[in-house]
């Protein structure tokens, strides 16, 4: 493949993992993410990914990513994608992989919903993505690409952050980012070598055995491991906020939105500031860890926020966490898969009012 | 002079200790196959000299601190998955002995797909079914594989086959699929015989087990899907007396679910 290409998000996405060497992908076709194992397959085998070397299709979700649980257990790197309603039957494989303190990437190219919804793109999966989808006390870090070459960067910022931290990671698109062309440039990557082996189950030749678990009968040492997960959530917040902020510094008023919406939410601003508004446009990247403080610092000269989503007020709640009261919120939604127009949302800005969601 | 503690060590080398087994004592109840059962995969890992190279799927149900037993590195599954992930470590890491011990309940009812699926794909893994018709970590309610009138906290009156279809046969369902090579049905329970000398015990069904066990792993090591479902009592749950139980598993629970080999395509029994 050459270096710069024109193509979907979702293939973008699946060539992105086999650069930062994918070894093991686990399928179970969903539209609207249905490219991902489809591009995937068509380069299992390719000599250009010599890494590359399990691709199987599951018969359910849960099995796909109780594959992925076992392939990650192994100490590879292993990954799955899905859409909405997939991604609730991964919860349960997620909630476990947390607990394992299990490495891998999980894809949510988010549709509508909910129950079957429909295959057009929203933003719905927000709370179960980043509040914890699954039983018990969990995180997992969430990413939110904006572009066909964020989908294309993505999976090797994910790879290593899932090892760093053994953690699952998931990239957060939405059905426009899976399916939007877009002029994509592959730079050469370094894959890095993650070291697994004081846990991954290898056999126990000339060393203890590796024992994978998320279950202590006891109390007092559950909740050990339950604290040192928290820890480790703690310092992955402390050190793996990302976001975008465009032409902040002096802006007033604050468009927030995330994934494909903050493209059209950067056009606004573009707009407005011609016009001689003091606008600016904060996207968080990490939807968790969510960036809380950077949102708060923005109260120093922002009065107004108005936060866009492809649902009806998910992050806006955390966008009021990171307010704390110092400046007003607004709520903009579309649901059902449209899109708000650069005008509604400059309309809204210049007559802001009760929360509203249009259909 | 200094005094030291008593090594157990020679006798348990006397009784046969087992590379493949750690110190710690079970939690299973006293008479329980389980314990059995795990001795018997840990004999098969020894003799097979592959205890380096083995892991097990723990399961959720009466197996799931087998972790705690097995000297060997495992897995721990949520109920009913061990099957998928068996089939996603072995993928990866195809030099590895993987297999799985799941109760009725596990495999037959909420892990059906899984191990079901790992049979169609006819990926070289071994699955330990225990059946003891009942579901015994939760305290005996219905399993799949629940007598017809055998009554169970969740069938208070008997199960009514009629309401809740019949029990269900995993070999027979399992022998059925073009990518099992290896499925057996034993029991776990010793049997009561009458000697000139007066009653004593056979213990002739456990080591047709053990054999069977060690067959599953061969079949493993040939490339081929495995399954072994050993019979086992739950006396706790039934509330029968320990050997009135095993009396149970191999007077009763037989004629549902009769002993021997329901497919061995490589013919490994033969060998």
């Given at each position: 493949m050459t270096d710069r290409v024109y193509m979907k998000g979702n293939e973008a996405l699946a060539y992105g993992a086999l650069k930062a060497k994918l070894n093991a992908y686990f399928a179970y076709p969903i539209t609207p993410s249905s490219e991902i194992p489809e591009t995937l397959a068509r380069e299992?085998?390719?000599?250009?990914?010599?890494?590359?070397?399990v691709f199987l299709q599951s018969a359910s979700e849960l099995e796909a990513i109780n594959m992925v649980l076992g392939a990650a257990a192994g100490g590879v790197r292993a990954m799955t994608a899905t859409s909405s309603p997939g991604f609730s039957l991964k919860q349960e494989g997620l909630s476990y992989a947390a607990g394992m303190e299990l490495p891998f990437l999980v894809v949510n190219i988010m549709r509508g919903g909910?129950?079957?919804?429909?295959?057009a793109p929203e933003q719905g999966d927000y709370f179960q993505m980043t509040k914890g989808g699954g039983h018990g006390s969990y995180r997992m870090i969430v990413l939110a690409p904006n572009s066909v070459q964020e989908m294309a960067s993505f999976p090797k910022i994910a790879f290593d952050l899932a090892f760093k931290y053994r953690n699952p990671v998931c990239i957060a698109g939405d059905a426009f980012t899976g399916q939007l062309k877009e002029d994509t440039v592959f730079p050469k990557i370094e894959a890095t070598e993650y070291d697994v082996s004081s846990w991954a189950i290898t056999g126990a030749r000339g060393r203890e055995r590796h024992v994978l678990n998320s279950?202590?009968?006891?109390p007092e040492v559950h909740a050990k491991h339950v604290t040192h997960l928290d820890e480790k959530y703690k310092c992955v917040e402390r050190n793996e906020v990302r976001y975008e902020s465009y032409l902040t510094d002096d802006a007033e008023v604050i468009l927030s939105a995330f994934g494909i919406t903050s493209r059209i939410c950067k056009s606004v601003v573009n707009n407005l500031r011609s016009q001689g508004s003091k606008i600016g446009l904060f996207r968080p990247i990490t939807l968790w860890p969510f960036p809380y403080d950077e949102v708060k610092k923005l109260t120093e000269h922002a009065n107004h926020f108005l936060v866009v989503e492809?649902?009806?007020?998910?992050m806006v709640e955390d966008i009021r966490l990171g307010v704390e009261g110092k400046a007003g919120v607004d709520f903009f939604g579309k649901v059902g898969g449209l899109l708000p127009t650069e005008r509604e949302i400059e309309d809204k800005i210049q007559s802001p009012a009760e929360e509203e969601i249009s259909d | 002079m200094t005094t030291q503690e008593p090594s157990l060590e020679p006798y348990r080398k006397k009784l046969g200790r087992l590379d493949a087994l750690t110190d710690k004592p079970t939690h299973y109840c006293q008479g329980c196959e389980h314990g059995e059962l795990t001795r018997l995969i840990a004999s098969a890992i020894e003799n097979l000299g592959i205890r380096e190279r083995t892991a097990m799927i723990d399961s959720v149900?009466?197996?799931?601190?087998a972790f705690d037993y097995l000297n060997i590195d495992h897995i721990q599954s949520p109920h009913g998955r061990a099957p998928a992930i068996a089939t996603g470590l072995k993928r990866v890491r195809p030099e590895l002995v993987v297999y799985t011990v799941q109760g009725d309940g596990d495999t037959l009812a909420i892990g059906l797909l899984e191990v079901m699926y790992a049979a169609i794909r006819g990926q070289p893994i071994s699955v330990f079914l225990v059946n003891n018709a009942i579901y015994g970590m939760t305290g005996g309610q219905m399993a799949p594989?629940?007598?017809?009138?055998q009554i169970t906290t969740t069938t208070p009156y008997g199960r009514d086959i009629e309401f809740t279809g019949a029990p269900v046969d995993a070999c027979k369902l399992l022998s059925a699929i073009d990518g099992s090579a290896y499925v057996k049905r034993v029991s776990l329970a010793i049997s009561e015989v009458e000697t000139p000398r007066g009653k004593s015990y056979s213990i002739k069904n456990i080591l047709e087990a053990k054999q069977a066990i060690e067959n599953a792993f061969k079949v493993q090591l040939m490339g081929g899907f495995s399954f072994v479902e050993c019979l086992s009592s739950c006396w706790v749950n039934w509330k029968l007396p320990i050997m009135e139980a095993k009396r149970f598993v191999n007077e009763q629970l037989v004629k549902q679910y009769p002993l021997g080999t329901y497919k061995d395509r490589f013919g490994i029994e033969k060998k």
């Open positions: 299992f085998g390719s000599e250009e990914y010599p890494d590359f070397k909910p129950g079957l919804g429909n295959i279950m202590n009968l006891d492809l649902n009806t007020g998910q | 149900g009466c197996s799931v601190l594989t629940t007598l017809k009138g």
